[in-house]
T-cell receptor
C-alpha cells in the first residue's frame, strides 16, 4: 500500500463550488505539506503543518484553507473554486526539517 | 527570498547520450539541495540529495555536486536510457525556514531509442 495517499485522484468542478482534497499518510511523519504544480512553474507551497496544532501559510495560500485532523491526515479546501485554481495538487510528508519529503500521487483538479 | 533556477526544457536526447541539467540557487542560509524526479502520471520521488558544500549525491547513475562557490547543483548522467524520460526538479531546503522545499520550474527530459 502507498505510504501517502490522496483522494480524489481527479476532480472536475464548477466555479464557486467548495472542494476538499484529502491526504493520508502511514509513515508516521510529523510534517505535512500541500503544493500545487502548474506547467513551467514547478511546485509552489500552499500550506504546511509541523504537527496537529501547527499550521502555516505557504507562498500561495490565498483562496485555500487546511485542516490537520490528526497526525496522519491533512486536508486542503477550496472554499469557492475559481478556474485559475485548475492545477495538479500534491501532498507531501517529512520527518523533521532538511529531510526528504515523500509525495502522494497527486490530485488533478479542473475548475470550469 | 530563496530561489532555484533550472535550465529550461524540454531536453531531448538519444539513448546513451550524456545528460546535464543545470541548477543554480539563491539562499541566505545553508540549504540542503535535492533533485526530485516525476515520472509520467506519478508524484515526485527523491533522486538524490546533498546537505553541505562539496557533497556529491548519487543514485541510479545520476550525480550532482553541491558547489557553494558557484551556487550550483547540476544533475549529470553519463548514459541515459529511455526509462529516464521524466520531469526533473531541483529544490532547496533551508533549515532556518523550517525545512520547506523551494522548487525550480522543472526540466522535462525525453530520451529517444
Amino acid at each position: 500500500d502507498a505510504d501517502v495517499t490522496q483522494t480524489p485522484r481527479n476532480r472536475i468542478t464548477k466555479t464557486g463550488k467548495r472542494i476538499m482534497l484529502e491526504c493520508s499518510q502511514t509513515k508516521g511523519h510529523d510534517r505535512m505539506y500541500w503544493y500545487r504544480q502548474d506547467p513551467g512553474l514547478g511546485l509552489r507551497l500552499i500550506y504546511y503543518s509541523f504537527d496537529v496544532k501547527d499550521i502555516n501559510k505557504g507562498e500561495i495560500s490565498d483562496g485555500y484553507s487546511v485542516s490537520r485532523q490528526a497526525q496522519a491526515k491533512f486536508s486542503l479546501s477550496l472554499e469557492s473554486a475559481i478556474p485559475n485554481q485548475t492545477a495538479l495538487y500534491f501532498c507531501a510528508t517529512s520527518e523533521g526539517g532538511h529531510n526528504e519529503q515523500f509525495f502522494g500521487p497527486g490530485t488533478r483538479l479542473t475548475v470550469l | 527570498g530563496d530561489s532555484v533556477t533550472q535550465m529550461e526544457g524540454p531536453v531531448t536526447l538519444s539513448e546513451e547520450a550524456f545528460l546535464t541539467i543545470n541548477c543554480t540557487y539563491t539562499a541566505t542560509g545553508y540549504p540542503s539541495l535535492f533533485w526530485y524526479v516525476q515520472y509520467p502520471g506519478e508524484g515526485l520521488q527523491l533522486l538524490l540529495k546533498a546537505t553541505k558544500a562539496d557533497d556529491k549525491g548519487s543514485n541510479k547513475g545520476f550525480e550532482a555536486t553541491y558547489r557553494k562557490e558557484t551556487t550550483s547543483f547540476h544533475l549529470e548522467k553519463g548514459s541515459v536510457q529511455v526509462s529516464d524520460s521524466a520531469v526533473y526538479f531541483c529544490a532547496l531546503s533551508d533549515y532556518n525556514q523550517g525545512g520547506k522545499l523551494i522548487f525550480g520550474q522543472g526540466t522535462e527530459l525525453s530520451v529517444k531509442p
